[in-house]
């Protein structure tokens, strides 16, 4: 069984969080908070539904350059960010075998239990791969831990599932600083980018006729009830997700039904009828801004992949200061 290093932020951490974020005007709790053992199963299960094509699309794209990919990464240890789970990497593992390289991989996760679980079944799918997971937030590790995969050997970030929308602008430019400290020098970064589509497709993909993506989103609910004694009640909240064009994102929340009062992490917490409570969201950038973005975070595009439609992007970044 690959080892699990385990960086999870501690109860007091989540508590602070859990509270700046209900005290925001909107109220909106940090995206990792969604991705408990039940959260990540749901987002696998959102991840097979016919409105969310972005998996399907991410995956054919790199099962098809996984060869061109490879050779572009060069050698070294591929650490996956938000690796869930950690499907997407197989066909770059299998193109570095067939290179004649060893494969080296580390999945850097928040659920400890799904991690263990993703990285078993890859072990078992690449016994030659050497694999070890990180439990962690990733857009908070000041540093990568001691370890024998994180020695030694170039660090090749792997970013997909266009997980970045999640941050706003601002804080997208600092994780891809934070990428780059994480990397280290010469350090590369794979990025899977999901690009403007028409509102109608968009906000299916965020709101399934299966009502899946509402169930991801209320067992956030279920998880501040268990995890700081909340007493939060699903049936007075909707799920909601829709297009906003000036920020060019998908915003996801749960809207309360009504005027009501609640409990959580030891505090009292008020929302008028209509408020909402933002979970996510999901920004859509083209080619030309995403580089923008990239570059003003000290990456330059090396290499660009994109599947038939113009869906979604993989950018192959280079720190800009690098010869590679």
């Given at each position: ?45 959102i991840c097979q539904q016919p409105e969310y094509s972005l998996t399907a699309t991410e995956t054919a794209l790199l099962e098809a350059q996984a060869p061109a990919i490879a050779a572009a990464l060069g050698p070294g240890t591929l650490l996956e960010f938000g690796a869930g789970s950690a499907r997407k990497v197989s066909p770059l593992l299998e193109a570095i ?228």
């Amino acid at each position: 069984m690959p080892e699990l290093l385990d960086l999870h932020p501690a109860p007091a951490d989540v508590r602070r969080l859990v509270i700046e974020g209900l005290s925001r005007n909107p109220k909106q709790l940090p995206a990792w908070f969604l991705y408990d053992a039940e959260g990540s199963r749901l987002f696998d299960l959102i991840c097979q539904q016919p409105e969310y094509s972005l998996t399907a699309t991410e995956t054919a794209l790199l099962e098809a350059q996984a060869p061109a990919i490879a050779a572009a990464l060069g050698p070294g240890t591929l650490l996956e960010f938000g690796a869930g789970s950690a499907r997407k990497v197989s066909p770059l593992l299998e193109a570095i075998e067939a290179a004649g390289r060893p494969p080296a991989y580390v999945a850097l996760d928040i659920s400890a239990a799904h991690l263990q679980q993703a990285c078993g079944r890859l072990q078992r799918r690449h016994p030659a791969a050497s694999i070890a997971g990180i439990c962690c937030d990733y857009s908070q590790l000041q540093a990568l831990p001691e370890h024998p995969l994180l020695s030694g050997s170039a660090h090749l970030g792997f970013f997909p599932g266009s997980s970045l929308g999640n941050f706003e602008p601002q804080a997208a430019r600092e994780l891809l600083r934070q990428f780059r400290r994480l990397l280290g020098p010469g350090g590369t970064l794979l990025i899977g980018i999901d690009q403007p589509k028409p509102v109608a497709r968009l906000e299916a993909a965020y709101n399934d006729a299966a009502g899946v993506s509402a169930a991801f989103a209320l067992n956030l609910l279920a998880r501040l009830n268990r995890e700081l004694a909340g007493d939060f009640d699903p049936a007075a909240f909707r799920y909601r997700a829709r297009w906003m064009p000036q920020a060019s994102h998908i915003e996801m929340a749960l809207v309360s039904e009504r005027a009501q009062t609640m409990q959580a992490a030891g505090r009292r917490w008020s929302f008028q009828a209509g408020e909402p409570l933002i979970t996510e969201t999901s920004a859509k950038y083209d080619p030309e801004a995403f580089l923008a973005l990239a570059a003003a975070a000290g990456w330059r595009g090396a290499q660009r992949w994109s599947d038939p439609a113009g869906d979604l992007s993989l950018h192959l970044l280079v720190q800009a200061d690098s010869e590679h």
